[in-house]
């Protein structure tokens, strides 16, 4: 009798175990169900930061050679990489797993729309402030710089989301899966305490003991909601692709 009581304890808990497994699973292959468009949105998400910075950069008078019209080129960069975060939202294929989910929208859906809205508030806006302010201040420029940086927090954010669901895709080569994982939270992890630093660090301490002038004040304004924002789809990016 005591025998045949751990045999169906332990059947229990195998069974348990396998059904457990089995929800995770389906879960799992679910979210994989958004990959596709996820690293979609990464793209857009890298343009849109790598727009924005080459129009900074025109802004404070960094000679590049990439483009003999950085603006147009920021622009037009920003634009394209909005139309990737839009048609994952709004293609055809989000549009069949609405149907599909019409009922009981599940939490991946509803994630993948609010970071989509975080990514299009990313893009830079040009002529946030007057012209001549950078050449009379320095606060101005620290506040540019520290976008700047932001926005390579961004790109490096992106590369790490895709660089996760490389790994879990599942390459024939089995180690670099777990490789591609680990490098990638490495990196989505690096990219939050860049901007965590930014936004907490010393110079927008300093800034905010002093007085500034209203463009300055502005700008400082405008410059902590992006980054905040910038911290929020980091956040949202190692969250959604966690799970393996």
Known sequence: MFIRSITLTTFLAFSLIIIFSAELRADFDKNKDYHSAHTLMNYGLNMIADGSSMIISADMDIKTSIAQNPINYGKETIDLGKSFVERALK????????????????????????????????????????????????IAHNLLVIQLEANNALMMSAQGSNMIMTGQAGLPEKYLNRFFIDQGRTVIGNAREVVFDLLHGEEMKNITNKNLLPSEKELYEYTRKQLINSVDIITLLYQMEFEE
């Open 91 to 138: 293609g055809p294929e989000m549009v069949e797993k609405h149907v599909q989910d019409k009922e009981d929208e599940n939490k991946m859906m509803l994630e993948t729309h609010k970071l989509g809205q975080l990514m299009l508030k990313a893009a830079y806006s040009p002529y946030i402030f007057e012209s001549n302010l950078l050449q009379n201040s320095e």
